[in-house]
């Protein structure tokens, strides 16, 4: 009877031995690079963006708060392409301010909100622009909330949020309150 030699049980051991005691090919482990896991939680480095700590730029899908988003189901609004008559969206639009609007179809009701990044180096010439337009200065619970003169159309009176690095354009004032955090 003849035996056969088997390479293969000997060299798997060895290559689990090898793996099972760290062997890191001369690579120090706190420089090794990061898991997928690791770099998956870090956050991305200054180099990568001017702010590190700012928030990512708001979208028409994240410019209000869950409870914002619930009101226009609620009332009927969807996402339309609608005109935005105020000079000061207008303005806001011109300067790059994100634009978005839901009205509900078949009426005229339209909800507007503009949202524009505001540097601190910014913010003293849009608070001039808000006086301006007419807008005062509120008393409401919304920090940084102006209140601009009565809509002709609506009967409402716009209202522009300065706070956070941002100003906020909301053409229905209780829409203010569902606004989500800028910062």
Do not use: H
Not at 20 to 32: E, Q, W
Not at 47 to 54: E, V
Not at 62 to 72: H, I, P, R, W
């Amino acid at each position: 009877m003849t035996r056969r030699l088997t390479v293969g049980g000997p060299f798997v051991a060895a290559l689990a031995l090898m793996l099972l005691s760290g062997c890191t090919n001369g690579i120090d482990d706190a420089t090794a690079a990061p898991t997928a896991t690791s770099s998956a939680s870090a956050e991305p480095s200054a180099s990568a963006s001017p702010t590190p700590d700012a928030a990512p730029a708001a979208t028409c899908d994240t410019v209000l708060s869950a409870e914002g988003y619930q009101k226009l189901s609620d009332d009927g609004l969807e996402p339309t392409t609608a005109g935005f008559a105020d000079t000061l969206a207008e303005r806001m639009i011109d300067a790059g301010g994100l634009a978005c609007s839901w009205g509900k179809p078949q009426t005229d009701i339209v909800l507007t909100v503009v949202q524009l990044d505001v540097s601190s180096s910014t913010e003293a010439t849009w608070s001039e622009a808000l006086a301006a337009e007419g807008f005062v200065a509120g008393d409401s619970a919304v920090a940084g909330e102006f209140t601009g003169p009565v809509d002709g159309g609506s009967g409402l009176s716009p209202v522009a949020v300065l706070a956070g690095g941002t100003l906020t354009f909301v053409s229905v004032p209780a829409f203010a309150s569902m606004l989500a955090p800028s910062s």
